[in-house]
């Protein structure tokens, strides 16, 4: 049994691998930016090891800025990071008797994109085969914020500038392929360009927080989409 577990467990290390490697550098850029926006390397440690949220993070980062502002911080993670809730439940389904109690908690901490991805291709998600998943991507995405934050005290202003913009160019290479996919998601992502400018350069709307701002943007685009372009159910489709 507990050679199974063991096996189960490196069989979870493998297919974390390659999830750290890319959690190692955007968290990197995180580091950077959060050095660079006031933190020190400790408080850029502890938020990415107690969230592991890179949207939420680089989001959350922006409105600390402004302290007091926790409405703001509510909506603004709610929006981000309500997915997190529906993959975890998601994968609850498919977890193994063993899988219970506190072990379902620390499931629902470490459900990121691409852990879901790689753990709902499983028959069965096992507890020690989770725990294996879980491990390198939670390092790497530590050990690259504290990295980051280190090298942020070091490197010239300007480098970090340039370093910084890394995390936009994640987020275009997570959209791109999908706009290539569907046409729908071109339209998706067009509005919310647009809401985005809107308040960036409308005077009433430009004064509102840029928290509030992405949750407005984001949510107004995603009910656009619903509307206009509803996904059909199984039963639908037949």
């Known amino acids: 049994m507990k050679t199974g577990k063991a096996n189960e467990f490196v069989r979870g290390l493998r297919a974390g691998v390659p999830i750290g490697l890319g959690y190692l550098s955007v968290s990197f850029t995180f580091g950077i930016m959060a050095v660079s926006y006031g933190f020190t ?34 909506l603004s993670q709610l929006t981000i990071n309500v997915r997190y809730s529906f993959m975890s439940i998601s994968l609850s389904q498919k977890a193994d008797r063993k899988f219970r109690g506190i072990y379902r908690w620390l499931l629902g901490f470490f459900v990121t994109d691409e ?20 491990t390198v991507p939670y390092i790497g995405w530590s050990m690259g914020t504290l990295i980051g934050a280190l090298l942020g005290n070091i ?29 729908e998601v071109v339209f998706i992502v067009a509005a919310a360009f ?45």
């Open 155 to 183: 490197l010239p202003a300007r480098l970090m500038s340039a370093l910084s913009l890394a995390i936009y160019g994640m987020f275009v290479a997570i959209v791109v392929p999908e706009m290539k996919r569907k046409k």
């Open 194 to 238: 647009a809401a985005s400018c809107l308040f960036y350069y409308v005077p009433l709307l430009k004064d509102i927080s840029s928290g509030l701002a992405i949750s407005i943007c984001a949510v107004a685009a995603a009910a656009m989409g619903a509307v206009l372009f509803p996904v059909k159910t199984e039963e639908e489709a037949e």
């Open 41 to 74: 390397w400790w408080q850029a440690l502890v938020i990415s090891m107690t969230t592991v949220t890179s949207a939420g993070q680089f989001a959350g980062i922006s409105v600390m800025l402004h302290p007091g502002h926790y409405i703001e911080m509510l």
């Open 115 to 134: 852990i879901f991805a790689v753990a709902v291709t499983e028959k069965e998600v096992r507890r020690s085969f989770f725990a294996g998943l879980s």
